[in-house]
């Protein structure tokens, strides 16, 4: 049996529609074997996007920041974020940091952002 990565329990193995899933009864996340995400959604991960870090060349890895996968330089520390993910970020107050750029994030790009969003639906 797997254990969650998050919670580091041991996972139950539940089946959705012929594919057997691993969910942590604790957290909720589920781990798929290879290959289960394409057969459950016809995803493929493997074709998303890879990004080399206009600074210095090195491939950047891609990290989850409250909620936002980022697109994130090992090498120099640069980030990209796509249209709406600094928007999203914002939403939550900085545990440190600028807390002037939070508010303006915030009460400058939110609106614009949520327009956005309004449009697209």
């Known amino acids: ?3 969650c990565v998050v919670c580091e329990v041991e996972m139950e193995m539940k089946d959705f529609e012929g594919v057997e899933t691993d969910v942590c009864p604790q957290c909720g996340g589920v781990w798929l074997d290879g290959g289960e995400l394409e057969t459950l959604t ?3 991960p493997e074709a998303g996007r890879d990004l080399g870090c ?3 060349g090195i491939m950047m890895n891609r990290k989850l920041i409250l ?3 980022i697109d994130y330089c090992e090498s120099c520390g640069a980030v990209w974020l796509d249209p709406g993910e600094l928007e ?3 939403r939550h107050p900085p545990p440190k ?3 002037a750029l939070f ?3 915030r009460n400058e790009l939110g609106p614009k952002y ?3 969003m309004a449009n697209q639906q």
């Open 1 to 3: 049996m797997t254990k």
């Open 42 to 44: 016809g995803l493929d």
């Open 54 to 56: 206009p600074e210095c």
């Open 67 to 69: 909620g936002v996968e």
């Open 88 to 90: 999203k970020i914002a």
């Open 97 to 99: 940091g600028n807390m």
């Open 103 to 105: 508010k303006y994030v």
């Open 114 to 116: 949520q327009r956005l």
